[in-house]
């Protein structure tokens, strides 16, 4: 055995399991960066997290600088573009209305709640305003200024969960030679049914791709808006580095189909061989 192996294999017993879990994990994420490359021509960020380290207004889009051991990609409004400046702008005034009516809503039942007491001597709570108050402008407003990409391998099962109004299933705009299944769920607005009127909810879009010695994903409906979407591990013959692999893409639903059209998943298989 050639010394540089003989110290290698010693090198790898002698490795803590969650050592040697964090050197496989940035071994795959190096790859999946490396295949997201052409789809993602952006700047890193700062240190900091919140503008590209060129400090460039130019770009759309900046990648945040990824933590060691992290298994997630996060690509971000760049702030200092003029263009999501304007968005932003004009999200900030659909949640300023929303608040206003919030606003309204509080005072009218606090209106009611002190008569109420007037007249019967008890006392009844009151709804403040908060951050769900927001309502649907804001939570679209984050999350199409983000595509959050995780990524997970080698487990005996992937399982997702997903509030929404549709039914997660099988994309039919995106093909990936070589995916298992590619699993997706447009943006939508769901409606939960509380005490109070009923409340909407946004719903990102997301698409999760699979690949490797994989079954084909079930979708089960859980609640009625409530679904979980699970892709079971299958036996494989060898033993290659990486048996199975999911992608999960959550946020922007223009810029996930982009990146999912333009990414080098070559490179990704690769790793399955």
């Known amino acids: 055995m050639p010394r540089w192996i003989f110290f290698a294999a010693a090198l790898a017993w002698s490795l803590p399991a969650a050592a040697q879990g964090t050197a496989d994990g940035d071994r ?21 997290g919140s503008v590209p380290a060129t400090g460039s207004p130019e770009p759309l889009w900046m990648v945040r600088v990824r933590e060691p ?24 005034a659909q949640i300023g209305a929303a608040i206003d009516a919030a606003q309204k809503r509080a005072e009218l039942q606090y209106e009611r709640a002190v008569a109420e007491a007037k007249r019967t001597g008890r006392s009844q709570d009151v709804d403040g305003v908060g951050l769900s108050d927001e309502g649907v402008a804001g939570a679209r407003i984050d999350a199409e200024a983000h595509v959050t990409i995780d990524v997970d391998f080698n487990q005996p099962s992937y399982v997702v969960a997903v509030e929404s109004s549709v039914a997660p299933a099988p994309s039919r705009q995106i093909t990936i030679a070589g995916a298992v299944a590619i699993v997706a769920v447009p943006s939508n607005i769901y409606r939960t049914r509380t005490a109070q009127p009923t409340d909407e909810n946004y719903c990102p879009a997301e698409t999760m791709v699979y690949f490797g010695a994989l079954a084909a994903p079930e979708v089960r409906q859980r609640s009625e808006h409530g679904y979980e979407i699970t892709a079971s591990a299958v036996a494989v013959g060898g033993a290659p580095f990486v048996r199975s692999m999911a992608v999960r893409f959550r946020g922007n639903e223009v810029l996930i189909a982009e990146i999912l059209q333009q990414a080098d998943w070559n490179a990704v298989l690769e790793l399955l061989k």
């Open 28 to 48: 795959v994420m190096t790859v999946v960066r490396a295949a997201l490359a052409p789809a993602l021509p952006f700047p890193d960020t700062d240190q900091t």
């Open 69 to 92: 051991g992290a298994r997630t990609i996060e690509v971000m409004a760049n702030p200092l573009n003029e263009m999501n400046q304007a968005r932003a702008a004009r999200a900030m």
